[in-house]
């Protein structure tokens, strides 16, 4: 067994509620990401991500890799 932990991505997710926005940022193994060509495909679809969180399709109105 290792202990390596895998590089993580912070991601900005903006919802929209009602007419008000808020943000949520979270943090994914960055080798989740790499499988899919589109970050909202992953945020959707990844098995690993979805046991993570869930994301209201509806709801979400931007997601995006937040820079270092």
């Excluded at 900005?12 to 979270?26: A, M, N, Q, S, T």
């Excluded at 994914?28 to 679809?45: H, K, S, T």
């Amino acid at each position: 067994m290792s202990d390596k932990k895998s590089k993580t991505v912070e991601i900005r997710l903006i919802f929209v509620d009602d007419g008000e926005y808020h943000r949520e940022d979270v943090n994914l193994p960055e080798d989740l990401l790499g499988g899919y060509e589109r970050l909202i495909d992953a945020l959707l679809e990844e098995p690993e991500i979805l046991k993570r969180l869930y994301v209201d399709p509806a709801r979400l109105c931007s997601a995006y890799r937040k820079s270092d």
